[in-house]
C-alpha cells in the first residue's frame, strides 16, 4: 500500500507534500490512494513518521480524510502517543520512521498482510513498492536456494525472494537502514494454539458473532464486492455480509467440466438466497498464459495464472464504482485438524500432492535437488495468518490494486483464526460450524455433506497439452537449465507425459516451473 524511493542522505530535508505524496530533496513516498485507506504523517523534532493503515470504522486518532495524506506537527509526547497508536493499529498498515540527525529509516509492516511490501537496498538507496514486478527493472541474480525450494512444490514464507537483495517484509516484520548498512528484523513467533474441550456450548453463535466483528471493523463505503466461487468460504462471507448491509455484488469465474454444473447451481441458489448481484466470467474466454516469450507486463515473484479472468470481473466491479472486494481467502486455514487428531497417512496430505512434488523433483540437477532437500533457515516464525494465505494475498493483491480494488479477506483475520482454532474438535471437524452457519441462512440444499468442490484443477492440463508443441519450442532455450537448476531432458519429458496424460500432479509441478522460468528470463534481461 506505499512506494517509495529513498536516499538515505535527503533524510536530513523536511518532507513536504506535493501531488498526494511526501518529498524529500530528490527522494519520495507515495501512498496507495483508496476510500479505505487513510495516511498520517507525524513531525517532531529531529523525527518523523508516516503510516498508511486501513481506515477503521471509528476511532478517536487523526481524523484523516479517506485516502488523504494528513500531516501533524507535534511535541515528543504526542509524537509517541501516536506512534504507538500506529503499532497497535489492528487492520493493516505499512509504517515508515525516519532520524534525521543518522540519516536513519525503519519500515514496519502490520499483522495482516494483505498487501504486502517488498524492499531493495542499494548503496543507501532504499526501493519500497506493493508490486513485486517492479524490481524486473534492471538485470537481477537469482537465489538459487529460493528457486530450488519453489520448483520442488515447497510452500515458502520468508524475507528472502526469488530476486537476490529483494526482501518481502513479511507480517509484523521491519526493515531497518542506516548509512553502510541494513539489516531485516523477524517478529517474535506466535505461540501455538491449543483445542477446547467439548463443553456442551453451541459454537455457532459465537462464530457468527466473530465473523461479523471481524466485518465491522471497517467503515463501509455504501457498497461492495464479494468474490463468488461457489464454495463454503465466499459464500460464507457473502452471506455474513448481507446480514448487516445492500448492494453487495457477487463476482465469479466459471469453471468447464465435470464441476461446471454443480457449480453454477449453487452459485445460482447463493445469489437468490441473499439477494446478490451476480457477474460471472468463463474461464474458457479468459484461459491462462502459457506464452514464453517476452510479456510487455513484467511478472512479480508469486504466481496465479488466472489473474486474466479475475482481472475481468475486477474491472466490472470499478465500473459500476465498487472499489472494495472481500474474499474467501483463509477459509482452508480455519479449521485445523491437530496432531493428535489425525492419522500418519492424513498427516502425510493427499496422494496427489505427494506424486506432484515427485515430478516436481524430478526436474531438478543434483545440485538443486539438494538445495531443495534441505530444511530451510530463513522461513519467517509461525504468524497469527497462516502462511499460506498471506501467500494467496501475495498472489493477488498487486493486480487487484492495479485494477481499483482493495481486499479484504475476514476469514485470514487473526482474531478469528484464533477463535476458530481453538474450538473444539466437533465444530472443526468437516467445517461444521461453517456448514451449519450457511445451512440457517442458505437452507440445507446448498452445501449437503459430502459435497464437492469445485477446484481449477482441470484447467491446464487441457490447456498445456494444447499448447506443448509450441510450448517445447520455447524451451530449447531455457532460463533455469542455464542457471543449472534444472534438467532439459526432464522438461521434456514432463511436457510430454501431460501431453499423454493430462495428469493433475504432473501440471501441479510444470506450472510451477513455468513461472519460474518466466521469471528468470526477465531476471537476465531485466
Same mark, same amino acid.
Given at each position: 500500500?506505499?512506494?517509495?524511493?529513498?536516499?538515505?542522505?535527503?533524510?536530513?530535508?523536511? !518532507?513536504?507534500?506535493?501531488? +498526494?505524496?511526501?518529498?524529500?530533496?530528490?527522494?519520495?513516498?507515495?501512498?496507495?490512494?483508496?476510500?479505505?485507506?487513510?495516511?498520517?504523517?507525524?513531525?517532531?523534532?529531529?523525527?518523523?513518521?508516516?503510516?498508511?493503515?486501513?481506515?477503521?470504522?471509528?476511532?478517536?486518532?487523526?481524523?484523516?480524510?479517506?485516502?488523504?495524506?494528513?500531516?501533524?506537527?507535534?511535541?515528543?509526547?504526542?509524537?509517541?502517543?501516536?506512534?504507538?497508536?500506529?503499532?497497535?493499529?489492528?487492520?493493516?498498515?505499512?509504517?515508515?520512521?525516519?532520524?534525521?540527525?543518522?540519516?536513519?529509516?525503519?519500515?514496519?509492516?502490520?499483522?495482516?498482510?494483505?498487501?504486502?511490501?517488498?524492499?531493495?537496498?542499494?548503496?543507501?538507496?532504499?526501493?519500497?513498492?506493493?508490486?513485486?514486478?517492479?524490481?524486473a527493472d534492471r538485470p537481477a541474480a537469482i537465489d538459487m536456494e529460493v528457486a530450488s525450494h519453489q520448483l520442488a512444490l515447497h510452500t515458502l514464507y520468508a524475507a528472502r525472494q526469488l530476486y537476490t537483495g529483494v526482501v518481502l517484509l513479511t507480517e509484523r516484520a521491519s526493515l531497518h537502514v542506516e548509512p553502510g548498512r541494513a539489516r531485516f528484523r523477524y517478529p517474535e513467533s506466535m505461540a501455538p494454539t491449543? !483445542?477446547? !474441550?467439548?463443553?456442551?456450548?453451541?459454537?455457532?453463535?459465537?462464530?457468527?458473532?466473530?465473523?461479523?466483528?471481524?466485518?465491522?471493523?471497517?467503515?463501509?463505503?455504501?457498497?461492495?464486492?464479494?468474490?463468488?466461487?461457489?464454495?463454503?468460504?465466499?459464500?460464507?462471507?457473502?452471506?455474513?455480509?448481507?446480514?448487516?448491509?445492500?448492494?453487495?455484488?457477487?463476482?465469479?469465474?466459471?469453471?468447464?467440466?465435470?464441476?461446471?454444473?454443480?457449480?453454477?447451481?449453487?452459485?445460482?441458489?447463493?445469489?437468490?438466497?441473499?439477494?446478490?448481484?451476480?457477474?460471472?466470467?468463463?474461464?474458457?474466454?479468459?484461459?491462462?498464459?502459457?506464452?514464453?516469450? !517476452?510479456?510487455?507486463?513484467?511478472?512479480?515473484?508469486?504466481?496465479?495464472?488466472?489473474?486474466?479472468?479475475?482481472?475481468?470481473?475486477?474491472?466490472?466491479?470499478?465500473?459500476?464504482?465498487?472499489?472494495?472486494?472481500?474474499?474467501?481467502?483463509?477459509?482452508?486455514?480455519?479449521?485445523?485438524?491437530?496432531?493428535?487428531?489425525?492419522?500418519?497417512?492424513?498427516?502425510?496430505?493427499?496422494?496427489?500432492?505427494?506424486?506432484?512434488?515427485?515430478?516436481?523433483?524430478?526436474?531438478?540437477?543434483?545440485?538443486?535437488?539438494?538445495?531443495?532437500?534441505?530444511?530451510?533457515?530463513?522461513?519467517?516464525?509461525?504468524?497469527?495468518?497462516?502462511?499460506?494465505?498471506?501467500?494467496?494475498?501475495?498472489?493477488?493483491?498487486?493486480?487487484?490494486?492495479?485494477?481499483?480494488?482493495?481486499?479484504?479477506?475476514?476469514?485470514?483475520?487473526?482474531?478469528?483464526?484464533?477463535?476458530?482454532?481453538?474450538l473444539p474438535r466437533s465444530s472443526r471437524e468437516g467445517r461444521e460450524v461453517m456448514r451449519r452457519y450457511l445451512e440457517n441462512h442458505l437452507g440445507a440444499d446448498v452445501f449437503p455433506k459430502g459435497y464437492i468442490k469445485e477446484t481449477f484443477a482441470n484447467v491446464l492440463p487441457p490447456l498445456i497439452a494444447r499448447h506443448a508443441k509450441t510450448l517445447a519450442a520455447q524451451l530449447r532455450e531455457c532460463a533455469l537449465?542455464?542457471? +543449472?537448476?534444472?534438467?532439459?531432458?526432464?522438461?521434456?519429458?514432463?511436457?510430454?507425459?501431460?501431453?499423454?496424460?493430462?495428469?493433475?500432479?504432473?501440471?501441479?509441478?510444470?506450472?510451477?516451473?513455468?513461472?519460474?522460468?518466466?521469471?528468470?528470463?526477465?531476471?537476465?534481461?531485466?
Amino acid at each position: 500500500m506505499i512506494k517509495a524511493e529513498i536516499s538515505l542522505s535527503d533524510l536530513s530535508f523536511e !518532507p513536504t507534500i506535493k501531488q +498526494g505524496a511526501l518529498f524529500m530533496g530528490a527522494s519520495w513516498i507515495r501512498p496507495h490512494t483508496h476510500p479505505l485507506l487513510e495516511t498520517v504523517c507525524v513531525r517532531a523534532p529531529e523525527q518523523w513518521f508516516v503510516v498508511v493503515r486501513e481506515r477503521k470504522a471509528s476511532r478517536d486518532a487523526i481524523h484523516a480524510e479517506a485516502g488523504k495524506l494528513v500531516v501533524e506537527q507535534t511535541d515528543e509526547a504526542r509524537f509517541h502517543s501516536l506512534y504507538q497508536e500506529s503499532l497497535l493499529w489492528p487492520l493493516d498498515y505499512v509504517m515508515i520512521e525516519v532520524a534525521q540527525a543518522g540519516h536513519r529509516l525503519r519500515v514496519r509492516a502490520g499483522v495482516l498482510g494483505a498487501v504486502p511490501v517488498y524492499a531493495r537496498v542499494l548503496d543507501d538507496r532504499v526501493t519500497l513498492t506493493w508490486d513485486s514486478a517492479e524490481f524486473a527493472d534492471r538485470p537481477a541474480a537469482i537465489d538459487m536456494e529460493v528457486a530450488s525450494h519453489q520448483l520442488a512444490l515447497h510452500t515458502l514464507y520468508a524475507a528472502r525472494q526469488l530476486y537476490t537483495g529483494v526482501v518481502l517484509l513479511t507480517e509484523r516484520a521491519s526493515l531497518h537502514v542506516e548509512p553502510g548498512r541494513a539489516r531485516f528484523r523477524y517478529p517474535e513467533s506466535m505461540a501455538p494454539t491449543t !483445542p477446547s !474441550p467439548e463443553d456442551g456450548e453451541d459454537a455457532l453463535p459465537r462464530f457468527a458473532d466473530a465473523l461479523q466483528n471481524v466485518l465491522n471493523l471497517r467503515p463501509w463505503l455504501g457498497a461492495a464486492s464479494v468474490e463468488l466461487s461457489g464454495g463454503m468460504d465466499s459464500a460464507t462471507v457473502a452471506t455474513a455480509l448481507v446480514q448487516w448491509h445492500e448492494h453487495i455484488d457477487s463476482k465469479g469465474i466459471l469453471l468447464d467440466g465435470d464441476v461446471r454444473g454443480p457449480q453454477v447451481h449453487r452459485r445460482r441458489l447463493i445469489a437468490e438466497r441473499l439477494g446478490l448481484s451476480d457477474r460471472t466470467v468463463d474461464i474458457a474466454d479468459y484461459p491462462p498464459n502459457l506464452d514464453l516469450s !517476452p510479456s510487455q507486463r513484467p511478472y512479480g515473484f508469486c504466481h496465479d495464472f488466472y489473474l486474466d479472468a479475475c482481472a475481468a470481473l475486477w474491472d466490472s466491479a470499478s465500473v459500476k464504482g465498487r472499489h472494495v472486494m472481500f474474499t474467501g481467502i483463509g477459509g482452508d486455514e480455519l479449521f485445523p485438524a491437530y496432531q493428535s487428531e489425525v492419522s500418519e497417512s492424513a498427516m502425510a496430505g493427499p496422494a496427489w500432492a505427494k506424486d506432484a512434488r515427485s515430478f516436481a523433483e524430478g526436474l531438478l540437477t543434483p545440485r538443486a535437488l539438494n538445495a531443495a532437500r534441505s530444511r530451510t533457515l530463513f522461513d519467517a516464525p509461525e504468524s497469527p495468518v497462516p502462511a499460506t494465505s498471506l501467500l494467496a494475498q501475495a498472489c493477488r493483491a498487486p493486480d487487484l490494486l492495479a485494477h481499483g480494488q482493495w481486499p479484504v479477506n475476514p476469514l485470514s483475520d487473526p482474531r478469528l483464526t484464533a477463535f476458530c482454532h481453538r474450538l473444539p474438535r466437533s465444530s472443526r471437524e468437516g467445517r461444521e460450524v461453517m456448514r451449519r452457519y450457511l445451512e440457517n441462512h442458505l437452507g440445507a440444499d446448498v452445501f449437503p455433506k459430502g459435497y464437492i468442490k469445485e477446484t481449477f484443477a482441470n484447467v491446464l492440463p487441457p490447456l498445456i497439452a494444447r499448447h506443448a508443441k509450441t510450448l517445447a519450442a520455447q524451451l530449447r532455450e531455457c532460463a533455469l537449465a542455464d542457471l +543449472g537448476l534444472v534438467d532439459r531432458t526432464a522438461v521434456f519429458k514432463l511436457l510430454e507425459t501431460i501431453e499423454q496424460t493430462q495428469e493433475h500432479p504432473a501440471t501441479s509441478a510444470f506450472a510451477s516451473f513455468l513461472w519460474l522460468e518466466r521469471c528468470a528470463r526477465q531476471a537476465a534481461c531485466g
